[in-house]
């Protein structure tokens, strides 16, 4: 009865492949993120969708497109990866206005060789 | 611009020493202010909230008050246990912005025997 779960949970690949990370909750929440966390454990938004609709886009390279097939799911998907793309991404959902918590994936740990 | 400031870490203590994480920020707006704690290899959980001056949020022992005059939210417990280790995260919120939680750069705690 995971509340938000994330595959894989570790993701080793080469410079300039391609990949894809998918993000699923079954809390039936309106709203989901994406966050990286860097090797010095910072977070920073990347992305939210609002039913299936982004409403947030940081500052992130083109390279990573998010998708949201529907409201349980926000995939992220990243092109010709880089060793800078290491991290851990963690995905994130939320139900509301009036509800101020997040709620968190195991997150994915990327390595880029 | 929003932006979280917290002490750098790691902080290591001993079991049953008290607890202090200092958290300051500055924000364009009236911000929602939170505790997310992250246990290895573990997402973000949120451990406490206050959403207005004076506002004190608390769990699991540990508290932390909502202070505009100093714009500080400082994380504090009375007697920490080994089972406490983790990484804390300050984070803030301003209304009106899609809930984006702008974190802190985390603290990393260890509690010894």
Redesign the interface.
């Known amino acids: 009865d995971t509340a938000v779960s994330q595959t894989p949970k570790y993701l080793v690949t080469q410079m300039g492949n391609d990949k894809s990370i998918k993000c699923e909750q079954n809390l039936g929440h309106d709203t989901m993120y994406w966050y990286k966390q860097d090797s010095k454990k910072f977070l920073k938004i990347m992305f939210s969708y609002n039913n299936k609709e982004l409403i947030i886009n940081e500052t992130v390279p083109n390279r990573f497109s998010p998708k949201s097939p529907d409201k349980a799911h926000l995939n992220l998907h990243i092109n010709s990866l880089e060793l800078g793309d290491s991290a851990v991404y963690f995905c994130a959902s939320r139900q509301g206005a009036a509800s101020y918590e997040q709620y968190f994936g195991p997150g994915t740990r990327l390595t880029v060789t | 611009g929003n932006s979280v400031t917290q002490m750098e870490g790691p902080v290591t203590l001993s079991e049953e020493a008290f607890l202090t994480i200092n958290c300051t920020y500055t924000a364009t707006g009236y911000p929602?202010l939170?505790w997310?704690v992250?246990y290895p290899?573990?997402?973000?959980?949120?451990l406490l909230?206050a959403?207005k001056a004076d506002d004190k949020g608390s769990n699991k022992g540990f508290e932390a008050t909502y202070r505009k005059e100093t714009t500080s939210f400082h994380l504090e417990k009375g007697s920490v246990q080994v089972s406490d280790s983790a990484?804390y995260?300050c984070a803030l919120?301003i209304s009106g912005t899609?809930?984006?939680?702008?974190?802190g750069?985390?603290t990393?705690l260890q509690v010894t025997l």
């Open positions: 929602s939170f997310y992250q290899g573990e997402g973000l959980q949120l909230k959403t990484v995260f919120r899609a809930s984006k939680l702008t974190f750069t985390g990393r």
